[in-house]
Nanobody, 119 residues
Framework: QVQLVESGGGLVQAGGSLRLSCAASGRTSSMYSMGWFRQAPGKEREFVAS????????SYSDSVKDRFTISRDMAWNTAYLQMNSLKTEDTAVYYC????????????WGRGTQVTVSS
């Protein structure tokens, strides 16, 4: 099992920046990919970004590309999401997730951290 805990959310004005962190514990050696998802009020959860264990493979949704950057530490215990040029439409609960290489879907989820962008 893997436990994930997000932090770093908060209230920021449009155009500002936030950095989210996701601390992983447990069987982190089994993790192949870590990702960030978000869910805005009244909307479905959507993919934001992901990074592979090697760090060589990173993916972003079109809505955040060129504004957000995902990274992870070398110990593969923490993933980060640097969010720049924030927009009001980025307001959502942000969730960290992780999966093993043998599955296609994210298996482990954090409880989320609220990001609110004011105009």
């Amino acid at each position: 099992q893997v436990q994930l805990v997000e932090s770093g959310g908060g209230l920021v004005q449009a155009g500002g920046s936030l950095r989210l962190s996701c601390a992983a514990s447990g069987r982190t050696s089994s993790m192949y990919s870590m990702g960030w998802f978000r869910q805005a009020p009244g909307k479905e959860r959507e993919f934001v970004a992901s990074v592979s264990r090697s760090g060589g493979s990173r993916s972003y949704s079109d809505s955040v590309k060129d504004r957000f950057t995902i990274s992870r530490d070398m110990a593969w215990n923490t993933a980060y999401l640097q969010m720049n040029s924030l927009k009001t439409e980025d307001t959502a609960v942000y969730y960290c997730a992780a999966r093993r290489a043998v599955v296609d879907t994210y298996e482990y989820w954090g409880r989320g951290t609220q990001v609110t962008v004011s105009s």
